[in-house]
């Protein structure tokens, strides 16, 4: 009897670790699958950020310190189709958008931005039908 309750719980572990882990986010995976498409368009790779609405998360923010004159590209990569529902936006250091992937209702995976001031610069990812609420992006820039 100990032993059937003993492989019971090994069996029950190894289950929920195993749905667990299927249905975790590869953010680094998409992260990393955007960077080469930076240069394609001319652009230097900046940063990689994840994209992880885990947890019931509305959106997923950074920061960057974007510089005048520079133009800023920022890409995206989910599973499923192009952009999977994220939405991309840029708010400039006082919270203003300047840029977002959302267009007429369409949802775009690559956003260019040509900056006008330099300073903080706001970058939210929301989800917007999203399914797996799991994605990747890339920063890069050109002179």
Same mark, same amino acid.
Do not use: H, W
């Given at each position: @009897?100990?032993?059937?309750?003993?492989?019971?719980?090994?069996?029950? /572990?190894?289950?929920?670790?195993? +749905? *667990?882990?299927?249905?975790?986010?590869?953010?680094?995976?998409?992260?990393?699958? %955007?960077?080469?498409?930076?240069?394609?368009?001319?652009?230097?790779?900046?940063?990689?950020?994840? #994209?992880? *609405? !885990? $947890?019931?998360? =509305?959106? #997923? =923010?950074?920061?960057? /310190?974007?510089?005048?004159?520079?133009?800023? @590209? &920022?890409?995206? %990569?989910?599973? $499923?189709?192009?952009?999977?529902? &994220?939405?991309?936006? &840029?708010?400039?250091?006082?919270?203003?958008? #300047?840029?977002?992937?959302?267009?007429?209702?369409? &949802? +775009?995976?690559?956003?260019?931005?040509? %900056?006008?001031?330099? $300073?903080?610069?706001?970058?939210?990812?929301?989800? !917007? $039908?999203?399914?797996?609420? %799991?994605?990747?992006?890339?920063?890069?820039?050109?002179?």
């Amino acid at each position: @009897m100990k032993n059937f309750i003993r492989i019971t719980f090994l069996v029950s /572990v190894f289950i929920i670790t195993s +749905v *667990g882990l299927n249905g975790q986010c590869n953010s680094d995976g998409f992260a990393t699958a %955007c960077i080469p498409k930076l240069a394609s368009g001319g652009f230097n790779f900046l940063k990689s950020y994840k #994209v992880d *609405g !885990d $947890g019931g998360k =509305e959106k #997923v =923010e950074y920061s960057y /310190v974007f510089t005048k004159g520079t133009q800023y @590209m &920022i890409n995206l %990569c989910a599973n $499923g189709a192009a952009t999977d529902g &994220i939405v991309v936006t &840029i708010y400039d250091s006082g919270r203003n958008t #300047v840029a977002t992937s959302k267009i007429n209702g369409q &949802i +775009v995976n690559a956003i260019a931005y040509p %900056c006008n001031a330099t $300073g903080i610069y706001y970058i939210t990812y929301t989800f !917007d $039908g999203s399914s797996g609420k %799991c994605g990747g992006s890339a920063l890069g820039f050109k002179r």
